[in-house]
């Protein structure tokens, strides 16, 4: 693989204990500067992380480096799992563009729309013990949502999470948005018209979505932030996970979101859909969650469990919308929270999310146990597009380049196609 050029690493190495694997993570306190147009990366000389794999760290962090010179980035935190072990970690960028901190491994973002990852696996998990059955309708349990022509009556759990509601695709969301109650807004959903009857398609929802919260508060008898805590993320090890504002705003160093390098008001709105866009912590964290979906703590989630929650039940449409990485996807589909689709003919699972100010992403390979998890206070769609460039590494297929990034803001390294040391 041809590097040109090899940026110098800002790095802060911390050993952590990862099912008994010691990692270290890299840490970048560098911001790229606008000195000129384009932006550039200006990295200070220090010691360079132990990334180890077969995947090449140097060149991924390289390609990073470029992408975080566009001026859509303000914070980002990677990580990759390779082969089940947690391989890379790195933060770049800063939490805020004035007086902001350098983004590390332990600094906490939203995870948006990845938090259904979470409703969809607890609730494949409780079905599994027998609080409920996921064939169950929801007109057994007291929940707040109404759909057109009482179809609540005869929606199952099952169908509720794979987004089978019939609604119009986010439906009401500005509403929660301009602060109006949730449970609220679930009742009047019964007015709106439906794309299609319910259980027959798929129309992506998050206030609807969010009416399994009350599903799990019903046959548990707590609340859902505390249920996922103690059955989840405690379990885990996922020591910075958290539900709700307090959660992010309380943790030692937490990133703020931003649009084109402006920082935005801090929304709320949408912790009130725990179940849709609640979860927040850092991005070691989100990797820890990572494999657990691939299967690899099953002291604590069950085969049957990762893979009932994993399982297709509706066909969906492409997603990245109008990215070319979205060309190369096909068969893609929706489970309990979790989407998966096949990229150049290999089977990917996952989700993104995305609120003002804040993207996220987890994405991997089941079969190699390998995937890639970021988390950015920002707006910015170039992480998303990054995916398919990693992935063409992973499997050894000739670089294409997905970011698009502007003369001068480009690395000279193709992220693929090249042998591996």
Aim: glycine share 10%.
């Amino acid at each position: 693989m041809k590097i040109a050029v090899r940026a110098g690493l800002v790095a802060v190495l911390a050993s952590i204990a990862v099912f008994g694997v010691s990692l270290l993570l890299g840490r970048s306190d560098a911001r790229p500067t606008a000195l000129a147009s384009p932006r550039l990366a200006v990295p200070a000389v220090a010691a360079e992380p132990a990334w180890q794999g077969s995947l090449d760290y140097a060149a991924l962090d390289e390609r990073l480096q470029a992408m975080m010179g566009d001026p859509s980035m303000t914070g980002l935190a990677v990580a990759v799992v390779e082969d089940g072990r947690i391989a890379f970690v790195r933060g770049y960028g800063v939490t805020a563009e004035a007086g902001g901190e350098p983004i590390d491994a332990a600094t906490s973002f939203r995870w948006a729309s990845v938090s259904k990852t979470v409703a969809g696996v607890l609730s494949a998990q409780l079905a599994a013990e027998g609080a409920f059955s996921l064939s169950e309708r929801l007109s057994a349990f007291p929940t707040s949502l109404q759909l057109p022509g009482g179809a609540e009556r005869h929606l199952t759990v099952e169908q509720l999470l794979s987004q089978q509601t019939g609604l119009p695709k986010n439906a009401y969301d500005g509403r929660l948005e301009g602060g109006e109650d949730p449970v609220a807004i679930r009742t009047s959903l019964a007015s709106v018209a439906t794309v299609c009857p319910p259980g027959a398609c798929h129309t992506y929802q998050n206030i609807a979505f969010d009416a399994v919260s009350e599903v799990i508060a019903a046959r548990t008898g707590k609340a859902y932030e505390q249920v996922a805590t103690e059955r989840l993320f405690a379990p885990l090890g996922m020591t910075s996970a958290t539900l709700g504002t307090t959660g992010l705003t309380q943790a030692r160093r937490w990133a703020q979101p931003h649009r084109h390098g402006q920082r935005l008001p801090f929304g709320e709105a949408y912790y009130r859909v725990p179940a849709a866009a609640g979860v927040n912590s850092n991005i070691v964290d989100l990797a820890k969650w990572m494999q657990a979906l691939m299967g690899l703590r099953p002291d604590v989630l069950s085969p049957d469990v990762v893979s009932a929650a994993q399982r297709p039940r509706v066909a969906t449409g492409r997603p990245y919308g109008r990215m070319a990485m979205a060309r190369e996807i096909t068969d893609a589909g929706y489970g309990l929270g979790v989407r998966s689709f096949a990229y150049r003919g290999h089977l990917l699972v996952g989700h993104s999310g995305g609120l003002s100010g804040y993207r996220a992403t987890l994405l991997f390979d089941p079969e190699r146990r390998t995937g890639i998890a970021m988390l950015w206070n920002s707006d910015a769609g170039l992480p998303f597009r990054f995916q398919g460039e990693f992935f063409d590494h992973v499997y050894d297929l000739p670089f294409t380049d997905f970011l698009e990034l502007e003369e001068g803001e480009a690395s000279s390294i193709a992220l693929a196609g090249s042998p591996r040391s």
